[in-house]
């Protein structure tokens, strides 16, 4: 029986798709619930499994082609044993004995990539079983197969200076010294690039600056971190679900700084869904914490935790990271030690963690040495003042400073 693979449907706000990997060729059998194609969206990547146990037949879109909803991308013969012969003639190299072609079949089976490192392997001819892998449950992630390239780039650098060195990379436009190479932006980077050119124009951003001191925070976190891992199942104690939890306290008292725009109108919102920017492989992602405020610290940090798992793998939904009245972003991850972090329309206002940075500091009359943290809070002056700005930020730094004042609420 003759099935049309059809692309998934997708929500309003994706008006189309592009086909990124074809994990399967024209003829090749297929099991039940094997992942046939990645769709490349603005948000999200979709994948399209197969149907049942059979042959893909046709395909009859390809890698690069835009896609809508429901547009069939491909033909599937259910029940039907194809032949395998793309993956039985693909090994057959200069010399190695067909032992070795047996090898490399079973390491490319074995071996659980995310899309995005199944592609870099793939059109650098890599051998997956070289590759350390570091994602989740053995998962092989886009930065493991970066790693690898830039290592095997390195090694070739001393010996002899008599032949030039092998083909460095093939995905290379020219060899040598500047060498460069040109690849097509991905959606969700074009889309990044997008949202972050029409925050920077329509919107009056401003951005102040405040620093808190960390020991507080850090000898509470000392204090508890193996009782709270032990008690919530493995979820370990870090410093994001503190902040989250100030600044869902100070967004309570300056409910400007928890509003959004939309066209002439000011939506005050009477709860607190906390954006937090998670670094991906394929850019920069915000899943969003609804209803922080009834999320406790464990909660907070499962989520979290979770999402940025989703992100490495390419897993984070459209629902997941949609909506947000305020935004988190942590620079400090990367060794940042001050930045102005750029809106996230049509939030009004983002909070930009740093780098804890030990520093003398006046201190009841003598000098301390203190871990110190630049804040920043960019904001749209069309709506909120300065003063509610710098106070809003001043919240957050007394209530980081004394974490106690969080639970009571003062």
Same mark, same amino acid.
């Given at each position: 029986?003759?099935?049309?693979? *059809?692309?998934?449907?997708?929500?309003?706000?994706?008006?189309?798709? !592009?086909?990124? !990997?074809?994990?399967?060729?024209?003829?090749?059998?297929?099991?039940? /619930?094997?992942?046939?194609? /990645?769709?490349?969206?603005?948000?999200?990547?979709?994948e399209?499994?197969?149907?049942?146990?059979?042959?893909l037949?046709?395909?009859?879109?390809?890698?690069?082609?835009?896609i809508?909803?429901?547009?069939?991308?491909?033909?599937?013969?259910?029940?039907?044993?194809?032949?395998?012969?793309?993956?039985?003639?693909?090994?057959?190299?200069?010399?190695?004995?067909?032992?070795?072609?047996?090898?490399? &079949?079973?390491?490319?089976?074995?071996?659980?990539?995310?899309?995005?490192a199944?592609?870099?392997?793939?059109?650098?001819?890599?051998?997956?079983?070289?590759?350390?892998?570091?994602?989740? &449950?053995?998962?092989?992630?886009?930065?493991?197969?970066?790693?690898?390239?830039k290592? *095997?780039?390195?090694?070739?650098?001393?010996?002899?200076?008599?032949?030039?060195?092998?083909?460095?990379a093939?995905?290379?436009?020219?060899?040598g010294?500047?060498?460069e190479?040109?690849?097509?932006?991905?959606?969700?980077?074009? *889309?990044?690039?997008?949202?972050?050119?029409?925050?920077?124009?329509?919107?009056?951003?401003?951005?102040?600056?405040?620093?808190?001191?960390?020991?507080?925070?850090?000898?509470?976190?000392?204090r508890?971190?193996?009782a709270?891992?032990?008690?919530?199942?493995?979820?370990?104690?870090?410093?994001?679900?503190?902040?989250?939890?100030?600044?869902?306290?100070?967004?309570?008292?300056?409910p400007?700084?928890?509003?959004?725009?939309?066209?002439?109108?000011?939506?005050?919102?009477?709860?607190?869904?906390?954006?937090?920017?998670?670094?991906?492989?394929?850019?920069?992602?915000?899943?969003?914490?609804?209803?922080?405020?009834?999320?406790?610290?464990? /909660?907070?940090?499962?989520?979290?935790?979770?999402?940025?798992?989703?992100?490495?793998?390419?897993?984070?939904?459209?629902?997941?990271?949609?909506?947000?009245?305020?935004?988190?972003?942590?620079?400090?991850?990367?060794?940042?030690?001050?930045? !102005?972090?750029?809106?996230?329309?049509?939030?009004?206002?983002?909070?930009?963690?740093?780098?804890?940075?030990?520093?003398?500091?006046?201190?009841?009359g003598?000098? *301390?040495?203190?871990?110190?943290?630049?804040?920043?809070?960019?904001?749209?002056?069309?709506?909120?003042?300065?003063?509610?700005?710098?106070?809003?930020?001043?919240?957050?730094?007394?209530?980081?400073?004394?974490?106690?004042?969080?639970?009571?609420?003062?």
């Amino acid at each position: 029986m003759t099935i049309e693979i *059809k692309a998934p449907t997708l929500p309003e706000s994706v008006p189309d798709g !592009t086909i990124a !990997t074809w994990y399967k060729k024209a003829g090749e059998s297929v099991s039940r /619930d094997e992942l046939l194609v /990645d769709i490349e969206t603005d948000k999200v990547v979709l994948e399209v499994v197969a149907p049942a146990d059979g042959v893909l037949k046709e395909i009859r879109k390809g890698e690069g082609d835009t896609i809508v909803s429901n547009e069939i991308l491909a033909i599937f013969a259910d029940g039907e044993t194809g032949t395998v012969a793309a993956r039985e003639e693909a090994p057959a190299a200069p010399a190695p004995a067909p032992a070795q072609v047996e090898e490399e &079949d079973k390491s490319d089976l074995a071996v659980l990539m995310s899309p995005a490192a199944r592609k870099l392997v793939e059109e650098n001819n890599l051998d997956p079983n070289q590759i350390q892998n570091t994602g989740k &449950d053995g998962r092989m992630t886009k930065e493991d197969v970066v790693n690898f390239m830039k290592a *095997k780039d390195e090694k070739p650098a001393a010996p002899a200076p008599a032949a030039p060195a092998p083909a460095a990379a093939p995905v290379a436009i020219s060899n040598g010294p500047r060498a460069e190479k040109r690849v097509p932006m991905t959606r969700l980077r074009a *889309k990044i690039a997008e949202r972050l050119l029409q925050a920077s124009q329509t919107t009056a951003m401003l951005t102040t600056f405040n620093e808190v001191n960390m020991q507080a925070v850090m000898d509470l976190r000392n204090r508890y971190k193996d009782a709270f891992e032990k008690q919530h199942n493995g979820t370990r104690l870090g410093f994001m679900s503190f902040f989250v939890r100030a600044s869902v306290e100070a967004l309570k008292r300056f409910p400007a700084v928890n509003a959004s725009m939309e066209e002439n109108d000011i939506v005050y919102h009477g709860y607190q869904d906390i954006g937090v920017a998670v670094s991906s492989p394929r850019g920069l992602v915000v899943p969003v914490l609804r209803d922080a405020d009834a999320m406790s610290f464990a /909660d907070i940090e499962a989520s979290i935790r979770d999402y940025g798992e989703k992100a490495r793998d390419g897993k984070l939904s459209i629902e997941e990271m949609s909506g947000g009245t305020f935004t988190i972003s942590n620079g400090g991850v990367f060794g940042s030690l001050l930045s !102005t972090p750029i809106l996230n329309p049509p939030q009004t206002a983002i909070l930009g963690m740093h780098k804890i940075q030990e520093r003398p500091m006046a201190v009841n009359g003598e000098v *301390k040495i203190q871990p110190m943290m630049y804040l920043a809070l960019s904001y749209d002056h069309r709506m909120i003042d300065g003063r509610e700005a710098v106070q809003f930020l001043v919240t957050i730094k007394d209530l980081l400073e004394d974490p106690a004042r969080m639970f009571l609420e003062v």
